[in-house]
Nanobody, 120 residues
Framework: QVQVVESGGGLVQGGGSLRLSCAAS????????MYWYRQAPGKQRELVAG???????NYADSVKGRFTISRDNAKNTVYLQMNSLKPEDTAVYYC??????????????WGQGTQVTVSS
């Protein structure tokens, strides 16, 4: 069994900051890529940022320069530091983890989501 749990969402004023955390636990052999997605009401889920096991990082254009993704391999945790938040960043943020629960058996797991609301 594997669990992926996000935390750190909340309500913040525009220009403010939040830090999201996502921890994977359970039967884990290794963690490969870790991603943050978001879904605003009435919109499709979109990729926000991702980091591979080798440390390669990518960001959506809309968050470049404002958001920073990082991971702590010892804690099986990925973070999303969000600065200079805008009302359009309001969404449910989801963590997606690609991990091997046994050697060479990779599976994708999703967290339950955490709400981020940015007021104007």
């Amino acid at each position: 069994q594997v669990q992926v749990v996000e935390s750190g969402g909340g309500l913040v004023q525009g220009g403010g900051s939040l830090r999201l955390s996502c921890a994977a636990s359970g039967s884990i052999f290794s963690i490969n890529a870790m991603y943050w997605y978001r879904q605003a009401p009435g919109k499709q889920r979109e990729l926000v940022a991702g980091v591979t096991s080798g440390g390669s990082i990518n960001y959506a254009d809309s968050v470049k320069g404002r958001f920073t993704i990082s991971r702590d391999n010892a804690k099986n945790t990925v973070y999303l530091q969000m600065n200079s938040l805008k009302p359009e960043d309001t969404a449910v943020y989801y963590c997606n983890v690609y991990l091997e629960y046994r050697r060479d058996y990779e599976h994708s797991y999703w967290g339950q989501g955490t709400q981020v609301t940015v007021s104007s």
